[in-house]
């Protein structure tokens, strides 16, 4: 939606369109709160863009990310509004069947997100047969859609057995992840033989990308579990302000940015070296499904709050420090806030590229809301990234108090998908 | 009980729509010049043309007048062949399906109420229905003799349970419950499509109508189980439940039945699966969801094997699938049988269910696509 609206507005300005409509423009940009402002002004121009959608893209190239590249999209690219999340168990033991899902998950994959319909579309086939898109998604532009694939360990071996002969090809560091202190961990929100990271503008564009790769994956792949997130919670783009958590704190200031090629190459990108050639170019993926008690945390006093963090809660800024991006000095931080304990420095340069959501869903039956943080975080190693940044919090950071680890996963992402011929995993399987 | 009234009403509209299978394949033009104009006011249903060959007909629809209408389609005895409703003033829609030669109503409703505007129409010729292959006539022969068959087990079936009623004797009566359900459940979508039947003896209570009265199946499972006692109430409802399903035995040898209604009805079959017996709320009392869940799956392969001769010419990559898929499903249901049924479904658990599920969309999912390899020529 705001996609439409900045179009919109730059359709206004470019045909001389008045002060008004600049202004509307620059609040359209800010996000939500300023978008709903401009809603009026924008609907007409936006409606224009909804119907040209789907099975014709139009507009800006930037409403539609390249699928094709040496790295997957989803990543370093500019974080989008929304997420599906999810995470399948491979319901198969025949390699072939799973190479072929594969292969059809990339071709609906790249359709998909290139704002196209799956197959032979929504509508049009013949009338005894269902559709093969599910259609939701019709008439709305691609919204940033990038779909990211993972593997788990459990791909490789489970309980021992060798479904699918890549066991040998389990990179050490797909390692499962250690037990934390503190971690209440739901088996059924837990692990996963795959994984899809749908993020998009619109969440519909994404939920809509999850329910056509699990209906084509059906009788071969089963979902284990799922989770969306309404609101992003880190920003990949150094210029723009980090979006809030639900506790109202800004987190992950010092995120790597998408941009910044080499903090990707060194903390991200698997290089050649590493391990198996057929991760070069892809990533580790942290998932944990964070439970947060707001509830509680909504009684703490706001000195309370900062301290915990180690931030103020307007700016954002590290104690001492004025602007949110400044530098923190650690040692004018509480020795056990959550700032100055996930710090590169205090975890030997361990640093990762967040890219986390926040969810509500539903109640926890006890008049609760059961919200949280959906983090997500991408390394070229698990054991040097997200796991020493984990130890250190896990035993004394005092946001423990407020939160609790109930899901976990980790999963070995693989390079992006060169071309037409391309296809997710081919490194792996071929 | 609205998956059930969309089962009704797909089986009805398939089994008089889609006789015609070549037809299927045609992409629809809605303002083709071969279509018949309907131009609709509030008190007025004027058409094109009163007489038009059978086959694939297009309707255009005009709505000139100022309130929303709807058209019909209807076939002797007010069958209804197809509709369209929500056609707003000023609006154009476009209906497109399929008829046999014979003699025809198209109905304009005004305001979306009442009979409507009638015009006589008539179709002329043999129409695509000539076209039907052979081995799809035999086969849809035959699956209306498994109709018949299983609707003249259930008979019998009912009896036993209905006397066991009658006795008083609430163990017998339960033993024989679930097994007097297994020739309807093996039929559902048919037997489901004769709507003044389904809900005297299969609804659920959280079915009913407002003001409706709770018969059948489910209210004595629900008297047997969660009171765990018989009374005159109780006998009087096995009488009915009984009369009730002779009644339908008699007719149910007469739905209409096309290849591509019974491929949809073997995917209905397993959508009563996913959607009342592997949650557990098809018998919520008695937990004998297997012994359902198992007579849809039966039902299923049955019209899936009558039909698998021509898929599989057409698209033999998906009937593979299918055998693989049956198969896996029957083997995960072979894992609870006990003695000549199953073990109570409450005794299954959360992690159990999730397999039973995903086995059961492993199978749905391409089972959906079963009509387009039958309708294709």
Not at chain 1, 356 to 379: C, E, H, K, N, V
């Amino acid at each position: 939606m705001e996609q439409e609206r900045e179009q919109a507005q730059e359709r206004e300005q470019a045909a001389g369109g008045g002060g008004a409509a600049r202004t509307v423009g620059r609040r359209a940009v800010l996000g939500w709160a300023g978008a709903g402002v401009a809603l009026g002004a924008a609907a007409a121009g936006g409606t224009a863009v909804a119907l040209g959608g789907r099975d014709a893209p139009s507009g800006p190239d930037r409403q539609v990310v390249p699928f094709h590249g040496r790295h997957q999209a989803g990543i370093a690219t500019p974080v989008q509004d929304r997420l599906h999340f999810a995470a399948f168990d491979v319901t198969t033991d025949d390699r072939e069947d799973l190479v072929r899902l594969l292969k059809d998950w990339t071709e609906a994959a790249a359709a998909m997100t290139a704002g196209r319909a799956v197959g032979e579309g929504a509508v049009g086939g013949i009338p005894e047969a269902p559709p093969d898109d599910t259609g939701e998604a019709l008439g709305l532009p691609a919204s940033r859609l990038t779909l990211t694939v993972g593997f788990g360990p459990t791909l490789f071996d489970k309980d021992g057995e060798d479904r699918f002969g890549i066991a040998g090809r389990r990179p050490e560091a797909l390692a499962d992840l250690p037990h934390f202190p503190g971690d209440n961990l739901d088996p059924a929100r837990s692990g996963g033989d795959l994984c899809v990271q749908a993020c998009a503008d619109d969440p519909q564009v994404a939920v809509h990308a999850i329910r056509n790769l699990a209906r084509i994956g059906m009788g071969r792949v089963a979902i284990r579990w799922s989770q969306l997130g309404f609101g992003k919670t880190s920003s990949t783009t150094p210029e723009a302000q980090t979006p809030r958590n639900l506790m109202g704190f800004k987190d992950g200031t010092r995120n790597i940015a998408g941009t910044d090629t080499g903090a990707l190459d060194k903390h991200v990108w698997v290089s050649r070296g590493d391990g198996p050639a057929w991760m070069a170019g892809g990533s580790y993926l942290v998932a944990r499904r964070i439970r947060m008690h707001i509830e509680t945390w909504d009684r703490a006093p706001l000195k309370e709050q900062e301290d915990v963090f180690g931030r103020t809660k307007g700016e954002g800024a590290a104690y001492g420090r004025k602007h949110e991006h400044d530098e923190p000095v650690l040692n004018r931080l509480p020795a056990d806030s959550h700032v100055r304990l996930a710090h590169p420095d205090t975890n030997g340069g361990a640093t990762i590229l967040r890219r986390g959501y926040s969810f509500t869903d539903g109640t926890d039956g006890l008049g609760r809301l059961d919200a949280g943080l959906f983090f997500i975080a991408y390394q070229r190693d698990p054991r040097s990234g997200f796991v020493p940044v984990q130890r250190s919090l896990a035993r004394s950071d005092l946001l423990n108090e407020y939160i609790q680890h109930v899901g976990s996963a980790v999963f070995a992402v693989p390079p992006g998908v060169g071309g037409a011929g391309d296809w997710w995993g081919r490194t792996l399987f071929s | 009980m609205p998956a059930r009234r969309l089962t009704a009403a797909t089986a009805l509209s398939a089994a008089v729509v889609l006789t015609a299978l070549t037809g299927c394949a045609e992409k629809s033009d809605a303002a083709g010049d071969g279509a018949v104009q309907v131009t609709a006011t509030d008190s007025e249903c004027r058409l094109s043309r009163t007489e038009f060959p059978a086959g694939h007909v297009e309707l255009a629809v005009h709505n000139k007048g100022s309130k929303v209408t709807e058209v019909y389609v209807y076939a002797e005895g007010d069958r209804i062949v197809t509709e369209r409703e929500n056609i707003g003033p000023g609006t154009k829609a476009a209906i497109t399906t399929e008829m046999k030669a014979g003699e025809y109503e198209i109905a304009c409703k005004p305001g979306m109420k009442g009979d409507g505007i009638r015009q006589a129409v008539t179709v002329t010729g043999k129409g695509a229905a000539k076209k039907l292959d052979p081995r799809l006539a035999s086969a849809v022969a035959d699956y209306r003799a498994y109709v018949q068959e299983q609707a003249d087990l259930t008979i019998p079936a009912v009896w036993k349970f209905t006397d066991a009623v009658k006795d008083g004797d609430v163990e017998a009566a339960r033993a024989e419950y679930a097994k007097s359900r297994v020739g309807w459940e093996r039929i559902e979508p048919v037997a489901e499509s004769f709507g003044d039947i389904d809900p005297k003896v299969d609804v659920r209570e959280d079915g009913l109508e407002p003001g409706q009265e709770w018969t059948g199946w489910h209210r004595l499972e629900k008297a047997l189980w969660e009171e765990g006692k018989i009374g005159a109430d109780e006998k009087k409802l096995a009488a009915r439940l009984l009369t009730d399903l002779e009644d339908w035995n008699e007719r149910v040898g007469k739905a209409e039945l096309t290849p591509t209604g019974m491929a949809n009805g073997a995917k209905e079959l397993l959508d009563e699966v996913a959607t009342g017996k592997v949650t557990g709320e098809e018998n919520r009392y008695a937990h004998t969801d297997l012994w359902d869940f198992r007579a849809n799956v039966e039902g299923a392969k049955k019209a899936y094997a009558l039909l698998e001769p021509v898929a599989s010419e057409n698209d033999p990559e998906l009937t593979e699938e299918l055998d693989e898929q049956f198969a896996a499903l029957q083997d995960k249901l072979d894992d609870y049988r006990k003695g000549d049924g199953f073990v109570s479904y409450d005794t299954v658990g959360k992690a159990d269910r999730k397999e039973l599920s995903d086995a059961v969309n492993s199978l749905a999912e391409p089972l959906s696509r079963l009509a387009a390899a039958v309708a294709k020529q």
